[in-house]
């Protein structure tokens, strides 16, 4: 099969960009000969990379570049430039015709489709063989291994890291890590604080799931700053702070092109962009119309850690409260406010020992992450065993991550509670009936009396049955965290019956 495969594209080759033969001189056989075609000499040139694709048969090569290697996608404008550069040395200043080029691309595409490997290819962050390579976004193409011995920059990397445009290059970590030099650039409480270094650390996870963290606050309290001194400790960009994307598509294209996800001044979290986030936070693919076809799909299926930031109560979805760490940030006083040309001077002086200490902390939690337990797994459990396996690093007492973490989660079923219509009627009617039997409808009109006219006429408010349905499934896990049980799937001589009950609070 691959020697019909080469053959093929040998056969292609020979036939492609005929405009662009040259004769040479005769043959054997007297008749004049023809010099390769343009497009046959760029392939030719591109004899030496490496073709190979990842699981979406996304193609890519592996370039050498001064004395480094460059990881390209085939039909990238870096991959084309590298071409052209390639082919301009050779051509004594010659350039190829677009249709030579187009050609050429084709053909090392279905090269690295049909006869290259298949790899993973990541973006910023990669784990393998029980060590994190951290793309330094260098010239050189410079890396950091991390492992359960520590760490160590180089530039060869043994896993494929792509470079999207607008990545930008990390601070060069200093080997006399201090992450606590961090807490001066972050206007938050010891609890906000805890939550913000937890995220950050599980950030550099090469795996998810990973939790959503929210900075809420009024305005200049330091949200946006907040935000951009995160990603710039793992993933700087040209744009680090995003605004509210418009489709499902657009949040596609973003976390295809960085490792982290930052929103930047929500007013609020549409159901779409809820669940959207929850899927990037946790896993779950995406699939979208490919552009110009009616019936192909483009797949994405990643996970990635996720900042949001804005005034209000940004977050109201249960599921993805349950995904989120919530820091709120609180006005600064005039007088200790400070221009943000000096505070981002001071960060860029502190960022290297701030990384360093970082990585100091992943290689903590290599070392760990097989030994480490929790007495309660929590929803995130992942991501909660990896911070506490890299708690001995980390600038707090041992054990105060998990307090905090489980004070942070109470706190959203609450705000998460308290921000729905119906979950607040269903904790007063808990509080006077200690155990209720009825029908939907009967429930239904109970909680109408107890809310009154405003809340029904609310849009928040469930008009039909299925959607009083779907909000009473929404909010069961966390009323029964708050200590009210829902059982909804009862059936009695054909009756859906609902059963609500007090109980202890989890």
């Known amino acids: 099969m691959r020697d019909q495969i080469e053959a093929a594209l040998r056969q292609a080759q020979e036939q492609d960009?005929?405009?662009d033969d040259k004769p040479t001189g005769k043959g054997k056989d007297g008749k004049k000969e023809k010099a390769p075609s343009v497009a046959t000499q760029l392939v030719e040139l591109a004899s030496d990379a490496e073709l190979f694709h990842d699981d979406a048969f996304e193609c890519f090569a592996r370039v050498e570049v001064d004395d480094h290697h460059e990881t390209m996608r085939v039909r990238s404008q870096m991959f084309k430039r590298w071409l052209l550069r390639q082919y301009f040395i050779v051509a004594d200043g010659a350039s190829p015709s677009n249709e030579a080029i187009s050609s050429a691309i084709n053909t090392l595409e279905a090269q690295a489709s049909f006869l290259g490997d298949r790899r993973q290819v990541a973006v910023r962050i990669a784990g393998a063989d029980g060590?994190?390579?951290?793309?330094?976004?260098?010239?050189?193409?410079?890396?950091?291994e991390i492992t359960a011995a520590g760490w160590k920059l180089r530039n060869d990397a043994p896993v494929a890291l792509y470079r999207p445009p607008g990545l930008k290059p990390l601070p060069i970590p200093d080997h006399h890590g201090d992450i606590s030099r961090l807490r001066e650039f972050l206007n938050v409480d010891e609890a906000g604080w805890t939550m913000a270094v937890s995220w950050l650390v599980g950030a550099f996870k090469p795996t998810g799931p990973y939790p959503v963290l929210t900075f809420q606050g009024e305005?200049?309290?330091?949200?946006?700053?907040?935000?951009?001194?995160?990603?710039?400790?793992?993933?700087?960009?040209?744009?680090?702070?995003?605004?509210?994307?418009?489709?499902?598509?657009?949040?596609?294209?973003?976390?295809?092109n960085g490792w982290i996800i930052a929103l930047d001044n929500l007013s609020q979290t549409q159901l779409w962009l809820s669940d959207a986030i929850c899927r990037l936070a946790t896993g779950g693919g995406f699939a979208t119309k490919t552009l110009y076809t009616d019936r192909d799909e483009q797949l994405f299926d990643a996970v990635r850690p996720v900042i949001l930031n804005g005034i209000d109560s940004i977050v109201t979805r249960h599921d993805l409260a349950d995904r989120c760490l919530f820091c709120t940030?609180?006005?600064?006083?005039?007088?200790?406010?400070?221009?943000?040309?000096?505070?981002?001077?001071?960060?860029?002086?502190?960022?290297?020992?701030?990384?360093?200490?970082?990585f100091d902390a992943v290689s903590m939690a290599l070392r760990n992450i097989e030994t480490v337990s929790m007495e309660k797994l929590p929803r995130m459990a992942d991501f909660a065993l990896w911070v506490k396996a890299a708690e001995p690093a980390l600038p707090w007492p041992a054990g105060q991550f998990e307090t905090v973490y489980t004070t942070n989660r109470k706190g959203a079923v609450e705000r998460s509670i308290e921000s729905s219509l119906?979950?607040?009627?269903?904790?007063?009617?808990?509080?006077?009936?200690?155990?209720?039997?009825g029908t939907p409808s009967d429930l239904l009109a109970n909680l109408e009396r107890l809310a009154g006219e405003k809340a029904i006429k609310a849009k928040a408010w469930p008009k039909s049955p299925s959607a009083f349905s779907r909000h009473l499934r929404e909010l069961s896990s966390f009323l029964r965290k708050v200590g009210v049980e829902m059982e909804l799937d009862n059936r009695v001589s054909g009756k859906r019956l609902i059963k609500i009950s007090k109980t202890h609070a989890t």
């Open 219 to 256: 305005q200049g309290t330091g949200k946006t700053s907040a935000g951009r001194k995160l990603r710039a400790l793992i993933d700087p960009n040209v744009s680090p702070m995003r605004t509210t994307p418009k489709t499902e598509h657009d949040l596609v294209i973003t976390a295809s």
């Open 17 to 19: 960009a005929g405009a």
């Open 131 to 144: 060590a994190v390579y951290v793309d330094l976004g260098t010239p050189d193409w410079g890396i950091a």
């Open 422 to 437: 119906l979950g607040t009627a269903i904790l007063q009617f808990a509080e006077t009936n200690n155990f209720w039997e």
């Open 329 to 358: 940030l609180h006005p600064i006083p005039e007088e200790e406010r400070i221009a943000e040309s000096d505070l981002n001077k001071d960060f860029a002086e502190a960022a290297p020992a701030i990384l360093g200490g970082l």
